[in-house]
């Protein structure tokens, strides 16, 4: 079993608690690893090395802090493979996921450096004569990262390295779930001549150690990926200072399929969204709506396809999917079922735990005769569980599709341009798929509305929420 330290300026430490997370091999049951239970003491000693350093970091070149994003980007790709293994043990992902999230993260390092010479403040015209007005882009300061178990790596940095390129520091707390691969990362970056303080990795309870760094005052801004209490927890929390809060939450994502669909495409976009990393993903497909003209040969494909989607070990490359993340999630994808079969819903297919020895792996699973104001057809499973609901009109489904408390992504499958630009007119989601699965690129901007969170990450405006603004009038 492998040990870790929290990395707190610039040095591997042991946490003061002698306390310990053990981290379980979700498909194995084996432990893999521990990593130290950091307090309220690890947290403020993390945000006083961040504190310190982040004025002097911050004077610094944009373009000599993207030098640092780059050697993240070498080191990452030089530990590849060796990553990938241990970021699919520790979750149980797939071997393949597994790469494909090191390799995405290697290039979002890369990717956030080739902004460095790319943002820039304004001039702005002002109402009196000889004067100019300069808007600067300044960092917002010591920034707080808190990251999920699902994409742990990614959502890593994610946070990382816009805090860095625009100047700020950072505190990243990982999932109790999952924090290897990210104290691995932390490890690597020890090598690095980064200047101490300026990244900080430290792990624990969210509701401890997190709430200690959310409440700080040294804290200038808190960006949370998980779920919609964790959020509402952090606003709370963030009110005493008014720190700004940047928050990716959870989804409920319609999948819409238009009677002129081309059904195929459509069958393996939402099958490929519903059942991507066990259903563990925040912008799965979670409800699917069709026409009630092609509902019943839809149904019957997506079942046929469902079914035959291997899951096992994540280390066989034939395997499509693999363990739920714990018993816990397990437990809560089928009581959700349970309560679903209560209300009315007929299963197709699946609609249990799996048979397996080792694991906590739930059935591909479809779901038909549900009410749309169902608990299932309403809340997020975060599992292999779709619920497939028929519609007959344009306005219904779009009334549909926006009845619900999340706002993250959504999509539309349909061959007609007209409904696609009508439907990414009226769909309130932050995000809209057309004829293809849920899944972002790293210069888009992935945010939520509603209750899916405030602010967003990636691409240019992803850059922006690390950064505050400071306008000069200037008379000469
Ligand atoms: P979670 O909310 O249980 O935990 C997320 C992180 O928040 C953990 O590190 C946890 O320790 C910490 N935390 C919890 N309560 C806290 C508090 N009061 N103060 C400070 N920190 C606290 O979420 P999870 O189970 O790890 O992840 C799954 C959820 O994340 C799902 O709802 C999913 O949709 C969401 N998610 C959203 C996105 C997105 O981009 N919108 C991406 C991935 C996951």
């Avoid at 760094?213 to 952090?234: C, H, N, R």
């Avoid at 700004?244 to 939402?270: N, Q, R, T, W, Y």
């Avoid at 819903?345 to 549900?370: C, H, N, S, W």
Wanted: hydrophobic share 40%; proline share 3%; glycine share 8%.
């Amino acid at each position: 079993m492998k040990t870790f330290k929290q990395f707190i300026n610039g040095k591997l430490i042991d946490s003061h608690s002698k306390d310990w997370i053990e981290v379980e091999n979700p498909f194995t049951g084996e432990i893999i690893a521990r990593v130290p239970k950091g307090d309220a003491e690890d947290a403020l000693a993390a945000l006083d090395a961040a504190s310190k350093s982040q004025t002097a970091w911050a004077a610094t070149t944009a373009s000599f802090r993207a030098g640092y994003l780059k050697k993240m980007a070498e080191l990452i790709r030089a530990n590849r493979v060796e990553l990938a293994r241990t970021l699919a043990q520790e979750q149980a992902k797939i071997i393949g996921l597994a790469q494909v999230e090191i390799d995405f993260t290697a290039d979002y390092f890369d990717y956030y450096a080739g902004w460095a010479r790319i943002y820039e403040g304004e001039i702005i015209n002002s109402d009196r004569q000889n004067e100019n007005m300069l808007l600067f882009r300044k960092p917002v300061g010591v920034v707080v990262g808190i990251c999920p178990w699902n994409f742990p790596f990614f959502v890593m940095a994610r946070k990382v390295a816009p805090a860095l390129l625009t100047g700020c520091s950072i505190v990243l707390k990982p999932s109790s779930n999952t924090p290897v691969t990210t104290f691995e990362f932390a490890k690597l970056v020890s090598q690095l001549d980064l200047p101490k303080g300026v990244l900080n990795f430290i792990s624990g309870s969210g509701k401890t150690l997190g709430n200690t760094l959310v409440k700080s005052k040294l804290t200038d801004m808190v960006t949370l990926t998980g779920s919609v209490e964790a959020g509402q927890e952090i606003i709370t929390a963030s009110a005493e200072n008014v720190t700004k809060v940047s928050l990716e939450l959870g989804g409920k994502a319609p999948a819409i399929v238009f009677a002129d669909a081309d059904i195929d495409i459509a069958v393996k976009g939402v099958l490929d969204s519903r059942i991507i990393f066990s259903g563990q993903v925040c912008n799965c497909a979670e409800r699917a709506y069709v026409h009630k003209s092609i509902y019943g040969k839809f149904v019957e494909k997506l079942a046929a396809a469902m079914k035959a989607v291997k899951y096992g070990d994540p280390f066989d490359a034939t395997t499509v999917y693999s363990s739920q993340i714990d018993r816990a999630q397990q437990t809560k994808i089928d009581e959700m079922v349970v309560r679903a079969k209560v209300a009315g819903a007929q299963v197709v297919t699946g609609g249990k735990k799996a048979d397996t020895k080792t694991g906590y792996f739930y059935e591909p699973t479809i779901l038909v005769g549900m009410r749309q104001d169902s608990e299932i057809v309403q809340k997020e499973v975060f599992g292999p569980v779709l619920p497939v609901l028929p519609f007959s009109e344009y306005e219904e489904v779009i009334a549909l599709a926006n009845d619900c408390e999340y706002g993250l992504t959504s999509s539309i499958f349909t061959t007609n341009i007209n409904t696609v630009m009508r439907g990414i007119k009226d769909l309130k989601f932050g995000e809209t798929y057309v004829n293809r699965e849920h899944f972002e690129g790293m210069q888009g901007f992935h945010a939520g509305w509603r209750k899916s969170g405030i602010g967003g990450a990636d691409g240019k405006h992803g850059l922006m929420e690390y950064l505050q603004t400071q306008v000069a009038y200037i008379q000469f």
